[in-house]
């Protein structure tokens, strides 16, 4: 009787103990994330796992009451050295290490298994479990949420993208990580420099041969200047120009004067949320001093996001800050 007495409590100090480490390393919001995905142990251990003080202190209270126990009855067992060595190895080993190596592998599986066990435990235990936890919510306050920072997002997404079990491709991982850093640009960072923006004068007369550099251009939108490209006044639209019944007439004349701009330390999130509101797609790009410093279209925070460059069949220049760079260069 005594021997299958010692074997019930070491399955109980092993339960105690690896259900100790199992449920209180899952981090609450995770396990209600995972719940609300379609995780059904989650769903199960969620309830369970939500009052967190109240459950460590269920969990360590049983399991130094089942230990107590069972150094007595080790202890009636056998004397001396002998049973101080062999009720150390039981516990540490059986009653420990194993289980908390098993339950630190397969957390949420074994803890769902055994939830119904562990509201038993918190039930029986509620008189003496429930002031202690009160007393820490007191002290100490209720568990904080894990909150990540951007770079360690990054790296777990990256972690997943390596990870043959995750459902995350290199595609996702590429847009997930332009979609977490790129409000930290500003517009200055991804414009087309003022040295390359095609640019048309409000006295340009429309022929042959602006149409012909028009199409060539491989551009659907062309600001309009007066004097100077500091003088922004319009915008053409190579839509505009379809037909002939605007041949002979002035650019400034037939461009659009619905003009939008924007400063160069704007960030890329807000200049997002102006391309979004105004439903134009490219705005003039201010310096500090009124001065146009370039344009900046939606495409180009697009590409920013998805970190990869939107290329058509008209493009002849697929990155325009390298083709300024290299004109300048020439």
């Avoid at 379609?38 to 009451?65: F, S």
């Avoid at 459902?167 to 200055?188: H, N, P, Q, W």
């Avoid at 003009?259 to 105004?278: G, H, N, P, V």
Wanted: aromatic share 6%; glycine share 6%.
């Amino acid at each position: 009787m005594e021997y299958a007495i010692v074997i019930i409590l070491l399955a109980f100090s092993a339960l105690f103990s690896g259900l100790t480490l199992g449920l209180m390393s899952w981090d609450t919001q995770e396990l209600k994330r995972k719940a609300e995905s379609g995780d059904a142990d989650a769903a199960v251990l969620y309830p369970v796992r939500k009052d967190g003080n109240l459950l460590l202190t269920t969990l360590l209270i049983g399991n130094v009451l089942v230990n107590a126990i069972l150094s007595v009855f080790l202890g009636s067992i056998t004397t001396g050295i002998i049973a101080v060595i062999v009720a150390t190895a039981l516990i540490v080993i059986l009653g420990e290490i194993l289980p908390q190596a098993v339950f630190n592998r397969n957390g949420i599986a074994l803890g769902a298994r055994f939830a119904w066990l562990v509201h038993i435990f918190r039930f029986v235990l509620y008189p003496i479990a429930k002031p202690i936890a009160f007393a820490l919510d007191k002290i100490l306050g209720t568990e904080l949420p894990s909150v990540y920072s951007k770079q360690e997002l990054m790296k777990i997404i990256e972690e997943h993208e390596d990870d043959h079990n995750s459902e995350v491709d290199e595609d996702e991982e590429r847009i997930i990580k332009g979609a977490l850093t790129f409000s930290d640009k500003k517009v200055e960072d991804i414009m087309t420099p003022r040295t390359v923006v095609h640019a048309f004068d409000v006295e340009d007369i429309v022929n042959d041969e602006l149409l012909k550099e028009v199409r060539e251009s491989g551009l659907s939108r062309f600001p309009v200047f007066e004097e100077d490209m500091d003088s922004m006044v319009g915008m053409l639209y190579s839509s505009q120009l379809i037909g002939n019944d605007n041949i002979g007439a002035k650019v400034g004349d037939i461009a659009s004067r619905e003009i939008r701009f924007i400063r160069e330390d704007t960030s890329l999130d807000d200049a997002l949320q102006m391309f979004l509101k105004t439903r134009k797609h490219l705005s003039i790009v201010e310096d500090e001093f009124g001065g146009m410093s370039g344009v900046i279209t939606l495409e180009d925070v697009l590409e920013e996001i998805i970190r990869t460059e939107i290329v058509d069949e008209r493009d002849l220049h697929p990155d325009m800050r390298e083709y300024a760079r290299a004109s300048n260069v020439d």
